[in-house]
């Protein structure tokens, strides 16, 4: 199939049915004939034609109809969107970092890099945007789903009225998968009760493998095939990023196999280069020593890289960094011997994520087809991230609940760091520095370290130009529209009879083979939880009301005497404030954003935080609703954490009616969260016990003396919550049968989350394991029967 370069061309080849395009067809019967005409591919699904009248009884006497088939047009590419995840301005080679991408450099040589383009400095809000082409609020994603609220524009909910691009795709004969991180569906309709509207199968996907929330243990990951639970090998080498980009490369050989002519839309979200960083250790080996000069000098030499490589205008900057974050040559020898560590398993993720996005990537080289395949490769949902605080963390639970790790006692994992025993994330210094050369990180839109990524698009059929740079503004919301303009396909204006919001995004073919060509994105607003800002024909203004580490925001909404003004025609990096100067145009700016932000929903605004962690405080729906007790059995498991009870910061009962086999019992009963964090009620070697596991800091083992007999037994847990805040400890006691067999203080106990991944699980421990005697996966799975399980709250 040759391709057609130029967008007329591809648009004039679109094609419909397949009696329009494939050569004679049978004749029809005079009262049913009728010839191919074009089909309106506006309305999705492209009807059908009408059924022709026949009245002859005998079928051998009748010619059939032509075959209606939806076809792509014609030469219409394959389309691969790469979304890394968590990676900054500042870290690829191709955009002056110094971490080295093949991959990204080899797609840059042989296409364009695009060094204007933005995300919305967040996980799910960049997401929804990118695979629809709306601005984030449009879509219900002013923040991420774990924190959705009951106000529109947050609710968590994509609306059918915002058709996806891959539904798009696939309704005009696209075969469509995605692989990796998803984070868009609404947490409480992430459970086998569904609705299932928002999962992947039902939001334009033929194949989904990959997880739901916000980050995944690359070690031991929760996964889904398309709605089923993926159990995981028994393998200690195992790795997601591996086993994802097996996955993808088998469904993309399997679908050329059986249908060559028919384009492909790939969607490949890697969880990294998200906390936690999970790497195998010979690709942290490459990176020892490379990061003992620190943060300060890395935006050094990554600035003069950056402008070396034409990426980054001579005369730029580097934006002034927090002042929280501290000089290098501030730090204790301790500090930094931790910190560069943190800094080496970083970049080794970096690059491993990159080695795997190539191995996806040549499939396509290996069925023939990577010509006429179309590449973005995004560098980033967002910056860096800062969310590891001044020190960064052994565990990034801890971050969730409140806890601040010491330097002390990470120093002792630091030979385990990145490794299984670790759920890591790097001190703040490292965002500032990977997001060179600005000044802010991931969580604030109101900086391009915040929002701008860098993007490499690759297209050798259909782009002439090769191994240049476009400057032009960009945002995640273009790419839609520009798949669809490179496809020769209409942007609809019903989708599965509903009608459709138009995009926002302008398509950035205008760009491909024109570098002086005129920019057409000219305004966007950018906004999560109070941070804001608005691009406007060169001149960006905008408010930092909110830093990742800080509790709570510094100024009311209300407040606007912190607003600055940069004119980013000669200030790439936002390194001096205008509004003073011209108090008259910021104050146009400010005004402009509030027009855009009542346009597209984005009021009223929301800054608070952690407390959108409780359902009830925001009024986001919560399947349990006002449920003090939740009765399960055996075969119930991977229940999320916003789907199960709340057991945190209350009393609690946990009830267990169990059967023991003649060789006694072992295994999980009941348990949630994992190595990191959780509870779990089991049996080992017979003996019932109950565990509390305090982030992977603290563990509270409350045992019986006794093995059980077989037969049927009840097995009770009761914490009594000392009360008084979140987070306290009370006394836990255990019973069997009735009878008190042991007790024991918990001293503190989880007031935020279990985990942002780990589960709730009836006769099994999926994930990492509460109990490490105990294990994970089938290892942890119970020996005898559980007829019901019991969980109350007070």
């Given at each position: 199939m040759r391709?057609?370069?130029?967008?007329?061309?591809?648009?004039?080849?679109?094609?419909?049915?397949?009696?329009?395009?494939?050569?004679?067809?049978?004749?029809?019967?005079?009262?049913?004939a009728a010839g191919p005409e074009a089909i309106d591919r506006t309305v999705l699904p492209i009807q059908e034609p009408a059924r022709p009248a026949v009245t002859e009884i005998d079928a051998r006497n009748v010619t059939p109809p032509p075959r209606f088939e939806v076809k792509a047009p014609e030469g219409a590419p394959n389309v691969v969107i790469v979304l890394v995840d968590d990676m900054g301005f500042g870290v690829p080679s191709a955009f002056g970092g110094p971490i080295p991408m093949p991959t990204l450099d080899g797609l840059a040589k042989n296409g364009l890099r695009y060094n204007n383009f933005h995300t919305t400095a967040l996980c799910s809000p960049t997401r929804a945007a990118l695979k629809s082409g709306r601005n984030h609020h449009t879509v219900n994603m002013g923040f991420i789903t774990e924190m959705a609220t009951a106000m529109p524009g947050s609710t968590g909910q994509i609306p059918n009225s915002t058709a996806p691009l891959a539904e798009m795709l696939r309704l005009n004969g696209y075969a469509t998968a995605a692989f990796g991180k998803w984070h868009e569906t609404a947490t409480w309709e992430a459970s086998i009760a569904g609705p299932s509207d928002r999962w992947p199968t039902r939001q334009g996907f033929d194949k989904f493998y990959g997880f739901f929330g916000g980050e995944t243990n690359?070690?031991?990951p929760l996964l889904y095939d398309g709605t089923a639970l993926v159990e995981l090998p028994d393998d200690p080498s195992y790795h997601f990023m591996t086993d994802m980009t097996e996955k993808a490369r088998t469904w993309i050989k399997h679908q050329k196999a059986l249908t060559p002519d028919k384009p492909s839309f790939v969607y490949f979200a890697p969880g990294a280069t998200h906390a936690p960083h999970h790497v195998p250790p010979e690709w942290i080996a490459r990176w020892k020593g490379k990061f003992d000069k620190g943060w300060d000098a890395l935006r050094e030499e990554s600035l003069a890289r950056q402008i070396a490589l034409g990426v980054v205008p001579p005369g730029t900057k580097l934006a002034p960094k927090p002042p929280a974050i501290k000089d290098w040559a501030a730090l204790s020898a301790d500090e930094q011997r931790l910190f560069a560590r943190q800094a080496e398993v970083f970049a080794a993720f970096c690059e491993f994520t990159d080695h795997e996005i190539g191995r996806m990537l040549q499939a396509f080289d290996e069925v023939g087809q990577a010509d006429n395949t179309l590449v973005f490769y995004i560098a980033g949902d967002n910056g860096t991230s800062g969310e590891g605080g001044m020190t960064g963390m052994f565990s990034e639970m801890t971050y969730f609940n409140g806890v601040e790790e010491?330097?002390?006692?990470?120093?002792?994992?630091i030979d385990k760091w990145g490794g299984p025993e670790t759920y890591p994330h790097m001190a703040a210094g490292w965002a500032v520095a990977f997001d060179s050369p600005f000044g802010w990180m991931k969580q604030v839109p109101s900086d391009f370290g915040g929002t701008r990524n860098g993007m490499v698009v690759s297209w050798p059929k259909g782009i002439k130009a090769k191994n240049e740079i476009r400057s032009q503004f960009g945002h995640v919301i273009d790419v839609a529209p520009t798949i669809l303009a490179a496809a020769g396909l209409p942007e609809p204006k019903t989708v599965n009879g509903v009608p459709q919001i138009p995009m926002a995004g302008t398509s950035l073919a205008y760009s491909f083979d024109d570098a002086a060509a005129k920019e057409r994105h000219t305004t966007q607003y950018f906004e999560v939880a109070g941070n804001r800002?608005?691009?406007?024909?060169?001149?960006?203004?905008?408010?930092?009301?909110?830093?990742?580490w800080e509790q709570q925001p510094r100024r009311t909404l209300q407040d606007n005497s912190a607003w600055q003004l940069y004119d980013v025609r000669s200030d790439f990096?936002?390194?001096?404030?205008?509004?003073?100067?011209?108090?008259?145009?910021?104050?146009?700016?400010?005004?402009?954003?509030?027009?855009?932000?009542?346009?597209?929903?984005?009021?009223?605004i929301d800054d608070r935080f952690f407390e959108r962690l409780d359902p009830k405080a925001v009024g986001r729906p919560d399947i349990m609703g006002g449920r003090t007790s939740l009765t399960l059995a055996e075969g119930m498991i991977g229940m999320a954490e916003g789907v199960f009870i709340n057991i945190k910061n209350r009393s609690k009962v946990i009830t267990a009616e169990i059967e023991v086999p003649a060789g006694g019992a072992n295994g999980t009963v009941i348990a949630q969260g994992g190595r990191f964090g959780g509870w779990s009620l089991y049996v080992k070697n017979g003996v019932p016990a109950y565990d509390y596991n305090f982030l992977g800091l603290q563990r509270t083992s409350i045992t019986s003396p006794r093995k059980l007999g077989p037969g049927k037994a009840e097995v009770r847990f009761q914490f009594d919550y000392d009360g008084g805040g979140p987070g306290k400890g009370g006394l836990g006691t255990l019973f069997v049968n009735g009878q008190k067999v042991a007790e024991s203080r918990i001293p503190a106990t989880q007031p935020g989350i279990f985990s942002a991944d780990e589960t709730a699980d009836v006769g099994i421990d999926l994930g990492t394991p509460v109990v490490e005697a105990i294990g994970a996966e089938a290892r942890s799975r119970f020996t005898g029967r559980i007829p019901k399980v019991t969980v109350e709250v007070k």
């Open positions: 391709f057609k370069t130029g967008l007329a061309a591809a648009a004039a080849c679109a094609l419909l049915v397949t009696a329009a395009c494939s050569g004679p067809q049978p004749q029809a019967p005079a009262k049913s690359q070690w031991a010491k330097v002390e006692d990470m120093l002792k994992l800002a608005i691009y406007h024909d060169g001149w960006y203004a905008r408010t930092i009301h909110k830093a990742p990096s936002l390194a001096t404030d205008l509004g003073a100067q011209n108090p008259t145009k910021l104050a146009e700016m400010q005004a402009l954003f509030l027009s855009e932000a009542a346009k597209y929903g984005v009021l009223p």
